[in-house]
């Protein structure tokens, strides 16, 4: 099989921002992220636990529905809050962009 045999639905190259943070949360759950700013996810962010290889693309809305933080990154209801308290700084607003 050779390339010209796929059928590419996208391909794209853009400048993106990283931040990587680590923190201990007051629960004492560890958390290493790197958050990637993007302009592909319709203004939410990919947010990827680099210690389990777990991502999800998330906004300010996701944080509010239940289960979604502890479904995406198979943690507890508790680390789930402790979470969200964190990630509600980062995330901000969605800014819609084409």
């Known amino acids: 099989m050779v390339l010209k045999?796929?059928?590419?639905?996208?391909?794209?190259?853009e400048q993106t921002s990283t931040r990587f943070v680590?923190?201990?949360?007051?629960?004492l759950k560890?958390?290493?992220?790197?958050?990637?700013?993007?302009?592909r996810f319709y203004g939410k962010k990919l947010v990827t636990d680099m210690m389990f290889g777990r991502s999800a693309i998330l906004g300010p809305d996701d944080l509010e529905?239940?289960?979604?933080?502890?479904s995406a990154f198979r943690i507890s209801e508790e680390e789930a809050a402790e979470l969200a308290q964190f990630l509600?700084?980062?995330l901000g607003a969605v800014n819609f962009t084409d």
């Open 5 to 13: 045999d796929y059928d590419f639905l996208s391909d794209s190259t």
């Open 22 to 27: 680590t923190f201990i949360t007051p629960g």
């Open 30 to 39: 560890r958390f290493d992220l790197a958050i990637l700013t993007t302009n």
């Open 65 to 70: 529905e239940e289960g979604v933080l502890e």
């Open 88 to 90: 509600t700084l980062v």
